[in-house]
């Protein structure tokens, strides 16, 4: 059974940096794509940054490139979200998502394991 779990969120001011941690566990391999997703409040819910599946490509999108990073821990079934130089339309519930055959693009739709989200507020 694949269980996916996030760590990390809190409130910070602008400008500042948070670091998110994801855990996933029961695949049976280590070749699937993961990533991160957020979802404020009257939005739809977004890619932010993943690796697919086949060959660990890099997706991330244009509102946080240069601000965001993401990687693997030693550990391969373990992912970060480092974010710096956070700004108030960050603001989101950030989920960490993984599937066995999602592709290049990080679309939601082709994830089926969510963890149960973590909120990021930036506010000052």
């Known amino acids: 059974q694949v269980h996916i779990a996030e760590s990390g969120g809190g409130l910070v001011q602008p400008g500042g940096s948070l670091r998110l941690s994801c855990e996933a566990s029961?695949?049976?391999?280590?070749?699937?794509?993961i990533g991160w997703f957020r979802q404020a409040p009257g939005k739809k819910r977004e890619g932010v940054s993943c690796f697919s599946s086949d060959d660990g490509m890099l997706y991330i999108a244009d509102s946080v490139k240069g601000r965001f990073t993401i990687a693997r821990g030693d550990a391969k079934n373990t992912v970060y979200l480092q974010m710096n130089r956070l700004k108030p339309e960050d603001t989101a519930v950030y989920y960490c998502a993984a599937d066995p055959s999602a592709g290049w693009g990080c679309y939601d739709y082709e994830h089926d394991y969510w963890g149960q989200g973590t909120q990021v507020t930036v506010s000052s």
């Open positions: 029961g695949f049976t391999s280590d070749s699937y794509a």
